[in-house]
């Protein structure tokens, strides 16, 4: 089964800098999705990136960037010019092609910017 | 956004309790599914649906069970609610449309049922 995995439970950064959340994920399928999903305290899922593992090329998404590297099967996030509204849980999500038709998450990443 | 709606938002009930939790999509998607929320283990698949009637188990799916009658509609039981099961549930849908194809993986989600097992 795959598993996702986030091994900091917490970050922050100062407003303005930039940070990097991790995550590793475990898999024995070669083509497969991967996602950053944001959760501020709304509760809301909102989607931050996604990126398909066939691709070479990192996703990018305006501050929003990630650093995929499939054969260590790894997968960070890199925000920039962090805003106070970044701040939010956020999860690292697995994403099968084959198989299952399911999103496995990482248990998640509180991050706190500060002022 | 995607046309998602959960309910109740919001529940306290009693130990031993049936307790329903509906997701309505109006988006004609052909995935739906049910995750839980729990600190320090994120998002966990309770049991997911591929098609009307078409159901399946997730992680944790002990305690739980589910049902698709329509397209639009994706219901979670808990026939006896205990204590273990106070958690915010989320529903979503993928970005299929139900007359097939494949999925990519994104899903939508609904604004989460905050339930609370006395």
């Known amino acids: 089964a795959q598993t996702v995995t986030q091994s900091q439970p917490e970050m922050s950064v100062q407003e303005a800098e930039t940070v990097t959340l991790s995550c590793t994920y475990d898999t024995s399928e070669s083509d497969y999705y991967l996602f950053w999903y944001k959760q501020p305290p709304s509760r809301q899922m909102i989607l931050v990136i996604r990126q398909e593992a066939y691709k070479q090329q990192n996703a990018t998404e305006n501050r929003f960037s990630v650093n995929f590297q499939k054969a260590a099967k790894s997968f960070s996030l890199k925000i920039s010019d962090s805003q106070l509204g970044d701040a939010a849980m956020y999860f690292c999500a697995y994403f099968g092609i084959q198989g299952a038709q399911k999103l496995v998450f990482g248990q998640g990443t509180r991050l706190t910017i500060n002022p | 956004d995607a046309g998602i709606t959960q309910s109740p938002r919001h529940k306290v009930t009693e130990t031993g309790t049936p307790v329903t939790l509906r997701c309505h999509q109006t988006e004609n998607h052909r995935y739906m599914y049910w995750y839980r929320q729990d600190p320090g283990h994120g998002l966990r698949l309770i049991h997911y649906?591929?098609?009307?009637?078409?159901?399946d188990k997730g992680e944790v799916s002990d305690g739980y069970s589910v049902s698709r009658s329509k397209t639009e509609d994706f219901l979670l039981t808990l026939e006896s609610a205990t204590s273990s099961q106070t958690s915010v549930y989320f529903c979503?849908?993928?970005?299929?449309?139900?007359?097939?194809?494949?999925?990519?993986?994104?899903?939508?989600f609904g604004e989460g049922s905050r339930l609370t097992v006395l």
């Open positions: 979503a849908i993928s970005e299929l449309a139900a007359s097939g194809g494949s999925n990519t993986g994104e899903l939508f």
């Open positions: 649906s591929y098609g009307v009637k078409d159901t």
